[in-house]
T-cell receptor, first 114, second 114 residues
Framework: ETGVTQTPRHLVMGMTNKKSLKCEQH?????MYWYKQSAKKPLELMFV???????ENNSVPSRFSPECPNSSHLFLHLHTLQPEDSALYLC?????????????FGEGSRLTVL | GESVGLHLPTLSVQEGDNSIINCAYS??????FIWYKQESGKGPQFIID?????DKRQGQRVTVLLNKTVKHLSLQIAATQPGDSAVYFC?????????????FGQGTILTVHP
C-alpha cells in the first residue's frame, strides 16, 4: 500500500457521539497535517505535526483533538461536534524541510454531524 | 437562515485548447506558491510550485507565472484534455522551510469538453 490512507471514508455521527478519524502514510514523511474542506470556505489548515510534535493549531475548537503517536500515523478524535462541523477532513504528509509546500493528501473522510 | 456556499469561478474549454487559471494572493512574505488539482471524490494533488524569487516555471504541459507586483499567480495548461477537468487551487506557503503551512484560495472549476 502506498501514499496516504484515511479511514473511514464516510462517517455519520450524532452530536453526542465520540469517534475518531485515522490517517496513515507510507511515504516516510515526517510532517503530517489535518485540513478541513467545507462547502462554505476554502481548505483550512487545522493542525500540523512535525516529527510527532504539534507545531500548528489553527485556533481549532477543543472538540477536535489530534493525536500523532508516530511519524506514520495521525488521528483526529471527535466529540460533541456541531452540525456545522460537517465537512471533508483531509490528512496530508510532507517531507521535513520541504518548504515548497508539496503535500501528499489522502482522499479524505466525509463527516456528517446530525 | 440559509447557508451560502462558495461560488467557485468556472472555466470551460474545448479539448486541445490552452487553459489559463488565475489566482490573487495576499501574503507578500510567502516563500512558495503552489497549484493543486482536485478531482471529484479525491484529495488535492500537487501540480507545480514556484519560489517567490522566480517569475516563471514550467512543468509537463503546465506553466506557472508569478507577478509579485500585483500579487497574481496563474496556471497555464497546454493542450487541455478531458482528464484535466477538476477544481484547481492556488496556495501559498507561510510555513517557512520546515513544513507546508498552506493557505488555499477558493478554487476554480475547469471543465474540458471533448
Amino acid at each position: 500500500e502506498t501514499g496516504v490512507t484515511q479511514t473511514p471514508r464516510h462517517l455519520v455521527m450524532g452530536m453526542t457521539n465520540k469517534k475518531s478519524l485515522k490517517c496513515e502514510q507510507h511515504l516516510g514523511h515526517n510532517a503530517m497535517y489535518w485540513y478541513k474542506q467545507s462547502a462554505k470556505k476554502p481548505l483550512e489548515l487545522m493542525f500540523v505535526y512535525n516529527f510527532k510534535e504539534q507545531t500548528e493549531n489553527n485556533s481549532v475548537p477543543s472538540r477536535f483533538s489530534p493525536e500523532c503517536p508516530n511519524s506514520s500515523h495521525l488521528f483526529l478524535h471527535l466529540h460533541t461536534l456541531q452540525p456545522e462541523d460537517s465537512a471533508l477532513y483531509l490528512c496530508a504528509s510532507s517531507e521535513r524541510g520541504r518548504g515548497s509546500g508539496e503535500l501528499f493528501f489522502g482522499e479524505g473522510s466525509r463527516l456528517t454531524v446530525l | 437562515g440559509e447557508s451560502v456556499g462558495l461560488h467557485l469561478p468556472t472555466l470551460s474549454v474545448q479539448e486541445g485548447d490552452n487553459s489559463i487559471i488565475n489566482c490573487a494572493y495576499s501574503n507578500s512574505a510567502s516563500d512558495y506558491f503552489i497549484w493543486y488539482k482536485q478531482e471529484s471524490g479525491k484529495g488535492p494533488q500537487f501540480i507545480i510550485d514556484i519560489r517567490s524569487n522566480m517569475d516563471k516555471r514550467q512543468g509537463q504541459r503546465v506553466t506557472v507565472l508569478l507577478n509579485k507586483t500585483v500579487k497574481h499567480l496563474s496556471l497555464q495548461i497546454a493542450a487541455t484534455q478531458p482528464g484535466d477537468s477538476a477544481v484547481y487551487f492556488c496556495a501559498e506557503n507561510t510555513g517557512g522551510t520546515s513544513y507546508g503551512k498552506l493557505t488555499f484560495g477558493q478554487g476554480t472549476i475547469l471543465t474540458v469538453h471533448p
